[in-house]
């Protein structure tokens, strides 16, 4: 079992940063491929950002690009996702993903077997 939990959400005004973090127990982090998904009310979860286990392959939502950085540190067994430039349209809960079954877990919610807890993320215009 995996157990992610995610921090660093919070209300922020339009053109503000956040960063969030995600700290995964339970097994070797770098045995895992990473990913930020987003749920905002009546809408359906996206795929924000995805790293593969080493940190070499990386995916942007075309909406956050040159806005928003994924990393991982796998020696604090952490992910990241920096938000700057952020806007009304951000707005939404937070999940952290995880998966030991591929290098790259890509977009698709299907790929990962654990998730967090959800942080939100409110920005305000």
């Known amino acids: 079992q995996v157990q992610l939990v995610e921090s660093g959400g919070g209300l922020v005004q339009a053109g503000g940063s956040l960063r969030l973090s995600c700290a995964a127990s339970g097994r070797s982090f770098s045995g895992l491929a990473m990913g930020w998904f987003r749920q905002a009310p009546g809408k359906e979860r996206e795929c924000v950002s995805a790293i593969s286990r080493s940190g070499g392959s990386t995916y942007y939502i075309d909406s956050v690009k040159g806005r928003f950085t994924i990393s991982r540190d796998n020696a604090k067994n952490t992910v990241y996702l920096q938000m700057n430039s952020l806007k009304p349209e951000d707005t939404a809960v937070y999940y952290c993903?995880?998966?030991?079954?591929?290098?790259?877990?890509?977009?698709?919610?299907?790929?990962?077997?654990?998730w967090g807890q959800g942080t939100q993320v409110t920005v305000s215009s």
């Open positions: 993903a995880a998966t030991p079954s591929a290098y790259y877990g890509g977009t698709y919610g299907d790929n990962y077997e654990f």
